[in-house]
Each structure stands twice: as C-alpha cells, then as structure tokens.
C-alpha cells in the first residue's frame, strides 16, 4: 500500500532542518509546504545549538546533515541530548561508513538515513516519530 502524503497533515508540529545544501533545503521545504507543520531551517550547526539553548523553543523532530558548518551534525546530536532526550533526531547523511553510522547512534540520533531521500521516505519518518493520526485538512 503507497503512502498518499496528500493525506499527511503535521498541523503545529515544529519540524528542524538542519541542512547547508540549499537545493536540499528547497526539496524539503516544497515537499512539507502543505503539511501543516512549522519548518525552521538552520544551515550550520551553530545557529542549530544557539536555537536549542533558548527557553521557548520547542522541538517536533530534527532532520540533521552529518557534514553541516561551524558545528557537524554529531556534535550538534551530542549537545541536543543533554537536554531533550525524547525529541526524535533523524540524521541524513551521504556517508555510509560503519563509523560514521555507529557515532550517531551513539551521539542519540534515532534513525541513521543514507541521502538521496525520497518524499516517502521522509513522510513515512514523519508518520512513525510524531505518532500524527494521518489527518486531512478542512480546506472548506
């Protein structure tokens, strides 16, 4: 059975991009743009923490990069745990090494994704982390 993302509606959800490549940026933005949810962008790590340390910032899920500027992905992992141990953290990553892999898992990502991405990929990671009820808005 195809996941139909018409049908996916992530209303309130506060979802982070944490990504430096801007086509990739574009793809998740068009991909999410009628999902309901609140996309907030940050293309380098240290924007990432400097968000997180504030008190009101509130936090659905994460889509990290691995290789991101000033702080990498692992890094930024590491210092989001300290904090927020529940929030699901998503690493997207073209490195496929055991390495790479193993040190996000124990930096606290939840799951390790290999890039390309493709949009079911994504909604089915959205569906699984947030527990949403599939929803359509009321477009009426």
Do not use: W
Request: aromatic letters at 12%.
């Amino acid at each position: 059975m195809a996941l139909n993302f018409n049908n996916l509606y992530f209303a309130g959800k506060n979802i982070i991009i944490v990504e430096d490549d801007i086509p990739s940026i574009r793809y998740y933005e068009t991909l999410l743009k009628n999902s309901g949810a609140n996309l907030i962008i940050f293309k380098n790590g240290k924007e990432f923490v400097d968000f997180i340390n504030l008190p009101d910032a509130n936090i659905d899920i994460v889509f990290m990069d691995f290789l991101i500027p000033l702080i990498n992905g692992i890094d930024c992992i590491r210092i989001f745990r300290k904090e927020r141990k529940n929030t699901p953290v998503i690493i997207i990553t073209a490195y496929s090494s055991e390495q790479t892999k193993t040190e996000a898992y124990i930096a606290g990502c939840n799951e390790y994704v290999l890039k390309p991405i493709y949009p079911e990929k994504i909604f089915f990671l959205l569906e699984k982390h947030l527990n949403t009820e599939i929803q359509v808005p009321n477009l009426y």
